[in-house]
């Protein structure tokens, strides 16, 4: 039985070459703060920030489930696996600037809307 992630919160994500808001299964990246994921910002400004390629932002409803908070400083070593053997679902950075949200499957990200 798959675990119950809890209400979706809709963070923002800065899309650029390669992010599709009308592909359902967003892909993790390689690398990251909290290892290889799908990053999210609290604010479409934040997210703009943030963005290695430049485009349009994408709002989502994400699934954060349990979250682990990390420090500011992250932690790259991070996985899918490691992170549900520990009991849980997402990952918080806190940042200076506003909060990132990380998840490791797609399955958590849902209604993706595209913004110019």
């Not at 979250?67 to 490691?82: F, K, R």
């Amino acid at each position: 039985r798959r675990r119950q992630l809890g209400d979706p919160v809709p963070p923002y994500l800065a899309g650029g070459g390669g992010v599709d808001p009308h592909e359902p299964r967003m892909k993790r990246g390689a690398t990251g703060m909290a290892g290889g994921g799908i990053y999210f910002a609290t604010t479409p400004e934040h997210a703009t920030r943030k963005a290695q390629a430049k485009g349009a932002t994408l709002s989502a409803l994400v699934k954060l489930g349990r979250v682990l908070t990390v420090s500011a400083s992250g932690d790259g070593s991070i996985t899918w696996a490691s992170l549900r053997a520990r009991g849980f679902d997402s990952v918080l950075i806190p940042r200076a600037n506003g909060v990132e949200y990380v998840v490791y499957s797609w399955h958590q990200v849902r209604q993706i809307v595209r913004h110019a």
